[in-house]
C-alpha cells in the first residue's frame, strides 16, 4: 500500500502542478495552492487504497483540518453537524446522543478512527466524545453502503477519522477555549520526526458544567461533565521497504447525571501495523488492534466504582495490493474479529463472546484515464448467530471534460449483536426488553447517481440516492411475553438528493453550501415513525487574509433543519396506538473570528447561536441551547517561534 | 462449506492468539460487596448520643420493611400482611409511615449539628395513590397501588423526579425527627439508597434513639 501512496502522492504533485498551471498565470497565492490540495486530497475510505479525492469513483466528502479549525468543534458530533446535511444528533432516553444520518441510526453508520472500528455502544450509538479532534488530520465521510469493505454496520455509511501526520522535525501546539456554562477546553498535540522513526502525541481534557433549560420539554437540564483523553502513535521505518506503525489510546468520560452516582465510561486501545512493500506493484499490511470499552457506575457516598458494562475487541487483518499493469488494483484481505461483551443487561451481569470473520476482494479498474470501475465482494461470518452473509459493490466514474459522472450500487448489512441477540433487561419494572437469537441481519441495497463539475475555484456536485433496506432491527412489544423484544421490520425505503457547491475566490473569500433532501417512504396506512427531516441543509461564508505577520479567518457557519410531523407510538395506551409530534423546523448559526496576532500565535473569538434560537419545547431533537453564547480560545503553535522569519 | 472451515480453525486460532479477550481494565474497579441476608437489619446501635446505622432490602414493591426501634427489631412483611405488634416506622421503596406517630424535617444534615431541633410535626396521610405496589401495568396506561398512611415529611428524605427516563434521584441529606404515638422520639437521616452493586432501594438508614429534643 506504501508503494501505491507513494505513486498517487507522485500523482497528486505533477496533477496539482498542472492544475496550478492552468489556473493563473502568475503565481498563486498560499490560498489557491491551499485549494489545490484540497481537490487533490488523497482519499483512503471510499476504497481502501489511497485515491485522488477527484478521482474517486466512491464520493467522498472531505472534512479538512482547516474546515476542522474553521469550525471550532470539540467532537465529531460538533463537526458533523455543521458541516454535513443530513445530519441530526438528538437525545434518546437518559440523554444519551443518538444519531440519525440520512434514515439512518447510529448502529447502521460505521465509525472509524484511521481505518479501525470502534468498540461500545450505548443504546446503539458509539461514544461521541471519545472522537474528539484533537489530532485529526481530516475527515472522510462516504455515505451509502460499504459492507463489500468494512462489513457488518456499513449500512448507511462510513465516517473515518484519519490522524494528522507532519514531516517538520517537531511541531507542538497548546490550545485552550473557554465557553458558557463553564466549557473549558485544552489540548496539546506533539510531532516529532527523528530520522526512521516519527512520533505523535495528543491529549486532550474537555468540561462543561450541568445547567437547566429555559423552558419545558423532554429534557429540562442538561447534564454536564467531563471527559479526557491521549493519544500517541508511534511509527518506524526499520527498512525502505518496512513501515511499522504502533498506537495506543486512554479515554475517560464522566457524566453527572444523578447527585448520587457519576456515569463513567472508559476506553483503552491500542494497535501495531506492519507495512510491507514487495516491489512497487505490491504490498502487504498486517494489523493487530485491540479496544476496550468500558462503563460504570462511581457511587459517591460509599466511594465504590462498580464496572456494569464491558466491551473488548481484538482484531487481526491482513490486506493485500497489487498493481496490474500500472492501472489496475487488487486488494484482497481477510479479518477476524473476537467480541466480547459483559453487560448489566444481559440476566445476571452475564458474559457473552463470539467471533467473526471475512474475507475480501476488490478489483480497482482503470481502462482509460476516463473510466474507472470498481467492483469488490466480501464474504462475513458470525460465530454467534452462525450467520453468513456476501456483500457486492460496483462503482464506475466517467469523466466528461470537467465533469465526473459517477455510478454506484453497494449493498450494506448490519449483523444483529450480542446485545440484541442476548438482551434481558428489567427496565425499573415498567417491563422487559429481550434479546432475539433468531434475528435475521439488516441488509440494503444502496444506488447513488452523482455528477461532479469542477472549474478553477469551483466544485459543485448533485447526486442522487436510494436505499432499500430489508429486516430492520429494532424493538417491538410482544403480547405472548409481556415486554418489549427485538425483531426484524419491513422494508424501508429511503430515496433523496445530495447537493454540493465549494467555491472561492482569489480575494480571500469562499463559501460552501450543502443541501439534502430525504424521504423515507411507508406503505400506505403505516404510521410514519421515522424521525428524518426531510430538508436539510448546511452553510458556510468564510474569509482568509494575511497581512504581513497579522492573519484573519472569519467563518459563518449555519444549519437549517425543516419540521417534520412524525406518528409516535403513545404511552396512554399499550404503546399500539400512534399521536401526530410535530418537530419545528430551526436554524443556528455560529461565527469564528480567528485571528493570528503573532507568527503562531492565533487568538479565536466565537459566537453560537448567534440569531438567539431558543425552543419552546426542548424536545429530545432540539438543540441544547438557552440562546446566544460566547467562547474565546487561543492557540499557540510554539515550532513557528523557533523558525526564522 | 467457508462457514464450516472459519468455526472449526480461524475461530479457534483467533481464541488461542487473542490471550486479551475479556479487557485489561478489570483491575481498575471495585468489586460489588457480597451481600447476606445476616448483613441487613441494625448494623450498628444506637445508645442515645452516638447515632447507629440500619441497612435494609426495600427493593420488592409488595412489601414493607416494619423497623421497631426499642426492641432493634425488624419485619419485612407483604402489604397485605397484617403489621407486626410493635413497629415504630415502615419503609416500602423509598415511603415512610409512622405508627400513628408524626413527623418533621429539621435543617440538620449530622447528628450532631445544633440545627437539630425538630419543628412542627406533622402526622401522617391516608393515601391511595403514592404506594406502588406494580410497576409493570403502566404498559397498560395505570399503575397498581395500595392504600396506606403515609408520611408526608419523611418521605422527602429521598426526591424521585420522573419526569425524564430513567429517573433523577436526589437525597436531601436532612435529619428527621419521628415522634412515635406514645411520644419517643428518633432523629434519623437516609445516607444512600443504593447498594454497592449501585442497585437503588437498598436503604442505609442512619438514626439517633432515643433521641431527646
Known sequence: ?645 | MLGKLISCVIVPGAAVLLPACSGIMGGIYDDPLEETVAGYGFVEASDGVRPGSIYIDATDYTRWTYIDFSAMRIDTLHVSDPTPAEWDIAIHRYDVKTNGGSACATGATGFDSPLLTPGDMSPDVWTTQTIVTDMSTMMDGYLSYVESWYSPVVSQWLDVDKSTMPPVYTLSGKVYVVRTADGRHVALRLADYMNTAGVKGYMTIEYLYPFHP
Open chain 1, 1 to 645: 500500500m506504501r508503494a501505491t501512496a507513494i505513486t498517487i502522492c507522485a500523482a497528486c504533485a505533477c496533477t496539482a502542478a498542472a492544475q496550478t498551471a492552468s489556473l493563473t498565470d502568475a503565481q498563486l497565492d498560499s490560498l489557491e495552492r491551499a485549494w489545490a490540495r484540497e481537490l487533490n486530497t488523497v482519499v483512503v475510505t471510499g476504497t481502501r487504497t489511497p485515491k485522488l479525492l477527484k478521482d474517486s469513483p466512491i464520493l467522498t466528502r472531505v472534512i479538512s483540518e482547516a474546515d476542522i479549525r474553521k469550525a471550532d468543534a470539540t467532537n465529531i458530533s460538533d463537526l458533523l453537524q455543521t458541516e454535513l446535511p443530513g445530519i441530526e444528533f438528538s437525545y434518546s432516553m437518559n440523554q444519551q446522543v443518538n444519531l440519525n444520518m440520512q434514515g439512518f441510526g447510529g448502529n447502521s453508520v460505521l465509525f472509524l478512527v484511521d481505518g479501525e472500528r470502534l468498540a461500545g455502544e450505548t443504546l446503539d450509538n458509539v461514544d461521541y466524545n471519545r472522537l474528539n479532534l484533537a489530532g485529526a488530520g481530516r475527515i472522510e465521510i462516504v455515505k451509502g453502503g460499504a459492507s463489500a469493505l468494512y462489513g457488518s454496520n456499513a449500512v448507511g455509511g462510513v465516517v473515518n477519522i484519519i490522524s494528522s501526520e507532519s514531516a517538520d522535525p517537531w511541531r507542538l501546539n497548546l490550545n485552550a477555549r473557554y465557553g458558557a456554562h463553564n466549557e473549558q477546553r485544552y489540548g496539546a498535540a506533539l510531532s516529532l520526526n527523528r530520522g526512521r522513526v516519527s512520533s505523535s502525541t495528543t491529549a486532550q481534557f474537555h468540561h462543561i458544567d450541568s445547567y437547566d433549560m429555559d423552558g419545558p420539554g423532554d429534557y429540562t437540564r442538561f447534564y454536564g461533565g467531563y471527559n479526557w483523553s491521549v493519544k500517541e502513535r508511534l511509527t518506524w521505518t526499520p527498512v525502505d521497504r518496512l513501515k511499522l506503525i504502533a498506537r495506543a489510546g486512554y479515554y475517560f468520560r464522566q457524566r453527572n447525571a444523578q447527585a448520587a452516582s457519576r456515569d463513567r465510561y472508559r476506553d483503552l486501545s491500542a494497535g501495531l501495523r506492519g507495512i510491507y512493500t514487495f516491489s512497487p506493484a505490491s504490498d502487504l499490511e498486517l494489523c493487530y488492534g485491540f479496544d476496550e470499552y468500558d462503563k460504570s457506575d462511581y457511587l459517591r457516598l460509599s466511594g465504590r466504582d462498580v464496572r456494569k458494562y464491558s466491551n473488548v475487541q481484538n482484531s487481526l487483518r491482513a490486506i493485500f495490493n497489487h498493481t496490474f499493469g500500472g492501472r489496475h488494483i487488487l486488494t484482497a484481505g481477510a479479518d477476524v474479529m473476537h467480541d466480547y461483551l459483559q453487560s448489566y443487561q444481559f440476566a445476571d451481569g452475564g458474559v457473552k463472546e463470539q467471533t467473526t470473520a471475512d474475507v475480501l476482494a476488490q478489483f480497482d479498474m482503470n481502462f482509460t484515464d476516463r473510466l474507472n470501475i470498481i467492483a469488490g465482494g466480501r464474504y462475513d461470518y458470525f460465530s454467534e448467530a452462525g450467520m453468513q452473509h456476501l456483500s457486492a459493490r460496483l462503482s464506475t466514474k466517467y469523466t466528461l471534460g470537467r465533469v465526473n459522472l459517477r455510478g454506484c450500487y453497494s449493498g450494506g448489512f448490519r449483523a444483529p449483536t450480542l446485545k440484541e441477540m442476548y438482551m434481558d433487561f428489567d427496565m425499573a419494572g415498567i417491563f422487559m426488553i429481550y434479546g432475539n437469537p433468531e434475528l435475521k441481519p439488516e441488509s440494503s441495497h444502496n444506488f447513488q447517481l452523482s455528477a461532479e463539475y469542477t472549474r478553477n475555484l469551483l466544485n459543485f456536485n448533485v447526486g442522487g440516492f436510494c436505499n432499500l433496506v430489508d429486516n430492520r432491527i429494532t424493538t417491538a412489544w410482544n403480547q405472548a411475553l409481556g415486554g418489549q423484544m427485538y425483531t426484524n421490520i419491513g422494508r424501508v425505503n429511503i430515496a433523496g438528493l445530495d447537493a454540493n457547491l465549494s467555491w472561492r475566490h482569489r480575494c480571500g473569500a469562499g463559501t460552501r453550501l450543502s443541501y439534502i433532501y430525504t424521504h423515507e417512504h411507508v406503505r400506505h396506512g403505516e404510521p410514519y415513525t421515522a424521525s428524518t427531516r426531510p430538508h436539510t441543509a448546511t452553510m458556510r461564508f468564510d474569509y482568509t487574509r494575511r497581512w504581513g505577520g497579522y492573519g484573519l479567518t472569519a467563518a459563518l457557519s449555519g444549519r437549517v433543519l425543516s419540521a417534520v410531523t412524525v406518528d409516535e407510538y403513545t404511552s396512554l395506551t399499550d404503546y399500539s396506538d400512534t399521536e401526530k409530534v410535530h418537530y419545528p423546523a430551526y436554524t443556528m448559526w455560529k461565527l469564528n473570528v480567528s485571528q493570528t496576532v503573532l507568527q503562531g500565535l492565533t487568538v479565536t473569538l466565537s459566537v453560537d447561536n448567534l440569531f438567539n434560537y431558543v425552543p419552546k419545547y426542548y424536545y429530545n431533537n432540539s438543540p441544547t441551547t438557552n440562546g446566544i453564547t460566547f467562547a474565546a480560545g487561543v492557540s499557540v503553535d510554539i515550532e513557528e517561534f523557533f523558525k526564522k522569519k
